[in-house]
């Protein structure tokens, strides 16, 4: 298996804001509580979104570069017993290839399709 070079970081409107303003980030919440940045790989961004957001508003899905070589990535099971790319390092705007706002739909849920 080649490893995987691209991940997805979801985030709120603001933090997407606040990511654009400081030029880095060092994560929600969350990740601060859980001591590193939760990113998802392509084919696990669906249920993240259907099990962490739901009809919250604007959301933004940003793809990343896993090849910087200061950004620490650790692939780590979570849930279901899937491994999941962590970064135990800020991730920058350098990271950054792409990012699309996101609304949900009637229903309260997100659709992701990888572009």
Known sequence: MSEIKIAYKIL???EWGEFIQDMEFEGTELDFQ???IHLSAEDQVQETLH????G?????????????????????????GEKF?????????D??????KLLPDRNGRYVFEAN
Request: aromatic share 10%; hydrophobic share 35%; glycine share 6%.
């Open 56 to 80: 919250g508003g604007t959301i933004v899905i940003v793809k990343l570069s896993l090849e910087r070589p200061e950004l620490e990535i650790k692939w780590e099971e979570s849930r279901n």
């Open 85 to 93: 790319p962590h970064a135990y390092s800020d991730l920058t705007m």
């Open 95 to 100: 990271d950054v290839l792409s990012y699309r």
């Open 12 to 14: 709120t409107q603001a």
């Open 34 to 36: 859980d001591g590193f």
């Open 51 to 54: 099990t962490h957001f739901t």
